[in-house]
């Protein structure tokens, strides 16, 4: 991929309450190049009689609330299904592949998802096997299996992995109150396919754990910020209405996202109650935006 460089400044100035002046800068940079090509990601939820309660609950909560941030023109995604009312034993591409940015794609995908429950079996092997099939058409080729067992299902999923190699087709798993087997298991299909595995314990894991696993899994179409706090006083930063960080003067905090729009907003630490100075700026694939803090007064 050859890589180039450009450069773009915006300036902004805020009044918070009249009694605090606050000025954000954001500066983008280092933009690379990149291909026409797409990519292609088939998440695995696993919806089989062990995941019954919070587990599925989870999953499905924490699934959808990352949709929306999945926005690139460049991905394009499908949901494959084993448990639920599937017959034993296989899985089902229970919504087939659309770009990531199409509104009728994703209320597919959020619709299909308020109607699974947890039931069944556990056929990790024939969800790997078809996942890799799914994805067939695609240059860069991306699995996310989010599980709470080993297959029980009689399957070789360490061999189905092997073969997704030769297919350039890298697993990212999210293993969510797993036993030791599953997680052996999920440790070996990441291992060899050369992606990574996330693992939690409490829903609060669990919604960390999936979002660092599609951040990894696509970070060929990340961009990323960073926030500069240049004040002499700690701030607080928020993303998107999250508390982020406390940044102290001179602190910067990195993060990376998917491309389009980001609010950022920050809140002075000695003195909360005065407000907040709020901006959106815009991620595209590659490309570093700087946003730089500085209250006075």
């Known amino acids: 991929m050859r890589k180039g460089k450009s450069s773009m400044l915006l300036t902004?100035?805020?009044i918070v309450i009249g009694v605090l002046f606050a000025g954000l800068a954001m500066t983008g940079y280092v933009a690379q190049g990149s291909s026409d090509e797409k990519v292609g990601l088939v998440v695995i939820l696993d919806a089989s009689g062990s995941m019954e309660g919070e587990k599925i609950e989870g999953a499905k909560n924490h699934l959808l609330s990352l949709l929306p941030r999945?926005?690139?023109s460049k991905l394009d995604t499908a949901l494959r299904v084993f448990g639920w009312n599937i017959p034993n034993c296989v899985s089902e591409l229970v919504v087939g592949f659309g770009p990531s940015n199409d509104l009728a794609h994703n209320r597919e995908i959020e619709d299909m998802i308020s109607l699974i429950y947890a039931d069944n079996s556990t056929p990790i092997t024939d969800a790997l096997e078809k996942a890799g099939e799914d994805v067939?058409?695609?240059?860069?080729?991306r699995i996310l299996l989010i599980t709470d067992g080993a297959d029980n299902c009689g399957g070789d999923a360490t061999l189905v992995a092997s073969q997704l190699v030769g297919c350039e087709i890298k697993v990212y798993g999210v293993g969510y109150g797993i036993t030791e087997e599953g997680r052996a298991l999920l440790s070996a299909i990441t291992t060899t396919t050369g992606g990574e595995y996330y693992e939690a314990t409490t829903q609060e894991g669990l919604r960390s754990a999936v979002a660092q696993a599609v951040t990894e899994a696509l970070s060929e179409l990340q961009g990323w910020v960073e926030v500069h706090n240049?004040?002499?006083?700690?701030?607080w930063v928020f993303v998107h209405t999250e508390f982020q960080d406390t940044l102290q003067p001179g602190d910067v905090l990195r993060f990376t996202s998917f491309p389009g729009e980001v609010w950022i907003s920050a809140t002075p630490y000695t003195n909360p109650r005065v407000g907040q100075c709020e901006r959106k700026?815009?991620?595209t694939e590659g490309t570093t935006i700087e946003a730089h803090i500085?209250?006075?007064g």
């Open 12 to 14: 902004v100035s805020l």
């Open 70 to 72: 999945i926005i690139s």
């Open 136 to 141: 067939t058409g695609y240059s860069t080729r």
């Open 230 to 235: 240049d004040s002499s006083y700690p701030v």
């Open 281 to 283: 700026v815009f991620v």
């Open 294 to 296: 500085a209250f006075d």
